[in-house]
């Protein structure tokens, strides 16, 4: 397992802004994902962050909306972009040591976009 | 494609009642990797088990346990003498060798234990 912590832990932000989440791990892990989970829905994966070079995303998500760094293998921000009320959901990073050994979940940014 | 079923919206039991929770996946790939998360009302997802897909033994961890079935693609959970603490939001997830690390999610079955 691994210790997972994200900041903030919530916010409330205006239409058009941006808000930007921080992803810590106490070790050095290889991957690293950022999921959104809408309102009373299931995970999706916005994308995989990789270490020195530009995220992975999947399809539905691009760059522009969804920037991300991943400046050391301990560290990673995700960016929500031009705020709207449908961005409003629970954004968690998650971890994996190895492939398939099962991810691990940071607490969760719970943001409400008025 | 990869797909993971969770038919079961919602369950809510009373205390000390046994519940299964179920779970039905698709994928092309024999290699597979299936897992269960607990979400809590505090929102965090909690790791509590992964399988592969060439371990078919059931496991029992407590109060927990798991059965997979691959003849019916079912990896179902099980929670004996549930407790009013067991109340969350319950996700399986599959992973395969050709899915690039992603997981598939189900829709989740959210579990109301009542004192």
């Known amino acids: 397992s691994a210790v997972i912590s994200q900041k903030p832990s919530r916010d409330i932000c205006q239409r058009g802004t941006s808000l930007t989440i921080q992803c810590q791990v106490d070790?050095?892990?290889?991957?690293m994902f950022w999921y959104r989970q809408q309102p009373g829905q299931s995970l999706t994966l916005i994308a995989t962050a990789n270490q020195g070079s530009e995220a992975t995303y999947e399809s539905g998500f691009v760059i522009d909306k969804f920037p991300i760094s991943r400046p050391n293998l301990t560290f990673s921000t995700l960016t929500v972009s031009n705020l709207s009320p449908e961005d409003s959901s629970i954004y968690l990073c998650?971890?994996?040591?190895?492939?398939?050994?099962?991810?691990?979940f940071g607490p969760g940014t719970r943001l409400t976009v008025l | 494609a990869q797909k993971v079923t969770q038919a079961q919206t919602e369950i809510s039991v009373v205390e000390k009642e046994d519940v299964t929770l179920d779970c039905v996946y698709e994928t092309r790939d024999t290699t597979y990797y299936l897992f269960w998360y607990k979400q809590p009302p505090s929102g965090e997802l909690v790791f509590l088990i992964r399988?592969?897909?060439?371990?078919?033994q059931n496991e029992i961890s407590g109060r927990y346990s798991w059965n997979f079935q691959k003849s019916t693609s079912s990896f179902n959970f099980t929670i004996t003498a549930s407790q009013v603490v067991d109340s969350a939001v319950y996700f399986c997830?599959?992973?395969?060798?050709?899915?690039?690390?992603?997981?598939?999610f189900g829709g989740g079955t959210r579990l109301m234990v009542k004192p």
């Open positions: 998650s971890v994996e040591r190895a492939p398939t050994s099962g991810q691990f």
């Open positions: 070790s050095q892990v290889t991957m």
């Open positions: 997830a599959l992973t395969d060798n050709n899915a690039g690390n992603m997981l598939t």
């Open positions: 399988r592969n897909s060439f371990d078919e």
